[in-house]
């Protein structure tokens, strides 16, 4: 099966996950949510595949370029969705998760190319899970933004006393808060590793060549502390609720930048291109 099949295989099982999510929030029925669950694991299995297709074709992570990294990022979010799913045994935030994923999916489907050859030095096991892991961080980051803002808008009309209309398929504000902690808590904990392994596969790798300070690893380490500190005063009285939502959004700020300014313009180890 080509590249372009797998791809296209994955963003339909994605919407109807999409849809079996939303026949859930509207319906209220169980077997809406087994057919989005199921769909989306399916989604993912063959999304998979389209993965390693491409990194066998390119030579390298799908990281390579922007499109490429994008697909990698989608798989995550459905990923840290599902295990969201299965932490809090919720699924009223995987309707607006699967749709990102989708938005994600179809971008990166239409407009990717495919750059052939692995770049010079940036190949092998070490290199794949640092660079796997630090996307799953990102992921985590995203979402975390995503229960944020969700947490604010519902904050604000509650206490506005406007309640009802589509606010009423968002989920509540304590299933937010809980998922906004635990998203990063895992986004800390991946991108720590991500850092972590990242350094050491530079000493194997430049072994005769003097290592350099990045600039991404100066952001990767500002993203660490924000959320840290976040996990920090969202336990302390007087800062949980929006306070600490705040505090989530302005990192995944950060991590927007970092991501695509730091990667296009400023790091010379961790370029698109």
Known sequence: MTLGLLNAAAILC????VGGYLGLLLGRRPAFGRLATGSLLLGMAVHFLALVHRSTVTG??????????????AWMIALVC??????HKQKAMSLFLVTIAVV????????????????????GWLFAFHVNVTMFAYAAYAISFIASMMYLIQYGRLRARRPGG??????????????????AAIGV??????????????RTAWQDTPLHWDAKITWSLLTLII??????????????????????????????????????YFSKSHTFF
Do not use: C, H, M
Request: aromatic fraction near 12%; hydrophobic fraction near 50%.
């Open 14 to 17: 994605y919407l109807i996950s």
């Open 227 to 264: 959320y840290t500190l976040y996990i920090i005063v969202q336990k302390r009285k007087g800062w949980r609720g929006p306070r600490s939502a705040l505090v989530a959004v302005g990192g995944f700020l950060v991590v927007v930048f970092s991501y695509t300014v730091v990667n296009l």
């Open 104 to 123: 994600l999916q179809i971008t990166s489907a239409i407009l990717q190319n495919i750059p052939v050859g692995a770049r010079a030095g940036v190949a």
């Open 189 to 202: 904990v991946a991108l720590s590793t991500g850092i972590l392994t990242g350094a050491i596969w530079a």
């Open 82 to 87: 599902l295990l969201l799913e299965l932490r």
């Open 60 to 73: 390298g992570v799908p990281y390579k370029d922007f499109y490429g990294s994008a697909s990698l990022f």
């Open 166 to 183: 589509w606010l009423s398929l968002l989920p509540s504000l304590d299933l937010l808060e809980r998922v906004n902690l635990t998203s």
